[in-house]
């Protein structure tokens, strides 16, 4: 099998064997490529790996060997899946690699919020210890999570693993999800419910028409002023001007972003600007051992096609 493998630089930065995929056929890899030059990147290969690049259906019409598509992700919206189906091209994610590394991403950015220990750290640096007439210095707010309400907006993989680690701080649980379910220790509520008595209201929702700017103005004025929110998510699912709105006019406490609706952020990006906003760079699912465990799905993935026993297939 012909396999090419584009966005190489997203996964690895050479800390990474490619070897699962290696042994499944021949490979020829890519870092970023421009849109205009994807099909000749492509050529005669039956299947193709992206993470975030684009495969339209015009490049698929320009690929006539193409029979696979798989995806360094789990998400699979920069696949034209309707015309992938229509061309019998198989498409494939990567469920459930990153649940622990966004889990625990999640609360990194969340504990910035409840201990300041990076903004002490540079306080620190800065010699403000030193200059301190006692033992310790109460420059910036220190809070507990026990007794606090966690909101979890999504209650898939991530969403569970979150509430399981927020029970273990001792956090009131709530969250909304389409579907309720039984989890011990979880309230399921109401959209209204969970923006008004949430402390931490996190994301683990997928990007799709209903959840597309659920963080707008609207929703942000049902909060708590001394609410958080955190996105791990996809950057789509906040109004980023709205959001940066309320930061700066006092109406939330703070935000901890990791996804952008537009990624590279762009020059001038209004979080830069906007009060207690801590900025990631897309950063929560790349932990070594995700990385590690996504090369080996996506092989697993390439496998199961090879041998006519599909997994993970997001399209019909």
Known sequence: MKITVLDRCTVTRGDLSFAPIEAVGEVKYFDVVPPEKIV???????AVIVNKAKITDEIMAQCPNLRFIGLFATGYNNIDIKAASERGICVCNVPGYSTDSVTQHTFALLLHFATHADDYARSVAAGDWERSETFSYLAFPITELRGKTLGIFGFGTIGKSVATVAK?????????VRRPTDFEG???????????ESDYLTLHCPLTDETRGFINRETLAKMKPTAVIINTARGGVIEENALCEALNENRLRGAGIDVLDIEPMTPNHPYLKAKNCCITPHV?????EARTRLITMVAENLIGFRDGKIINRVNN
């Open 40 to 46: 000749s990147a492509i050529g005669d290969s039956e």
């Open 186 to 196: 979880v309230t399921f509520v109401d959209k209204d419910t969970l923006l008004r």
């Open 168 to 176: 273990a701080f001792g956090m009131n649980v709530i969250a909304y």
């Open 284 to 288: 929560a699912w790349a932990s070594f």
